[in-house]
């Protein structure tokens, strides 16, 4: 049996409480939350307001990483970009403001409540998307930087490092409805000192290889590689900052 599912106005003030933001327009915020599962006439599901939000988010990051940052080069504010709005990174912040507690959902999905990644991740697109329809502008940038600044602190202190298996998988599920696959391809040295080589496969490409003292080493070095084939890092970092293998 389908958990009930939040009322409109349970959307409102639950929205409204979180965001610190009051909606002239309450069916923005409603529509923000229905997901396509539960779309009919009535009721438009949120897929537009998320193309829209995703585009917002995009200009209110690099606006702030721009000014922000004025020693960083292009490579290095893309990388910064891509993990915060990383659907990893958005649906936590979504799960912080418990979105899920009021996301209309289909049959089948409303029983689940632990709902995946993409459904939370679209929302708080959604959301963004409704607020600049309501507010303007300002109003988003507001609510994006309340919620993403922390990230950005994080990354400075070079916890980015440690994302780019995870920055390519989100990349990867998300624009190529694909997961990178990982393969050990050369191996030396001995045993208390062993160097691993790996390279990535991802829909149909192969990247790398990569060489690292370990195989979680030598993986992160071959995901930062396809980040930079793939245009999502520049490839002379990535190739200035590989060591060379045995």
């Not at 438009?44 to 585009?55: H, I, K, M, S």
């Not at 290095?76 to 979504?94: G, W, Y």
């Not at 997961?179 to 080589?197: L, N």
């Not at 790996?198 to 030598?218: H, I, M, N, T």
Request: proline share 4%.
């Amino acid at each position: 049996m389908d958990a009930p599912q939040p009322t409109e106005s349970e959307i409102l003030d639950h929205l409204e409480a979180r965001l610190q933001y009051r909606f002239k327009d309450a069916a923005l915020a409603v529509r923000a939350l229905t997901h396509s599962s539960a779309k009919d006439r009535e009721s438009p599901c949120n897929e537009r307001l998320e193309f829209l939000g995703d585009a917002i988010l995009g200009l209110a990051v690099s606006e702030y990483l721009y000014h922000h940052f004025p020693d960083y080069q292009e490579g290095e504010l893309s990388t910064m970009k891509s993990i915060i709005v990383s659907a990893k990174t958005l649906s936590e912040k979504a799960h912080e403001l418990d979105l899920e507690k009021i996301i209309i959902l289909g049959r089948g999905l409303a029983e689940k409540r632990s709902l995946p990644r993409s459904i939370l991740c679209d929302a708080f697109e959604a959301v963004i998307a409704a607020l600049y329809l309501d507010g303007g502008f300002e109003a988003a940038r507001t609510f994006i930087l309340a919620n993403l600044r922390i990230t950005v602190d994080e990354i400075l202190k070079d916890e980015h490092e440690k994302n780019y298996k995870s920055l390519l998988q989100d990349y990867a599920q998300r624009r190529m409805a694909a997961i990178p696959v990982y393969r050990v391809t050369q191996e030396t040295g001995p045993d208390h000192k062993k160097m691993f080589q790996v390279a990535v496969g991802l829909d149909g490409r192969e990247f790398g290889p990569a060489w690292g003292a370990s195989k979680k080493e030598a993986e992160q070095r071959a995901a930062k590689h396809a980040l930079g084939e793939l245009g999502l890092l520049p490839v002379e970092a990535t190739q200035a900052q590989e060591e060379v293998g045995p």
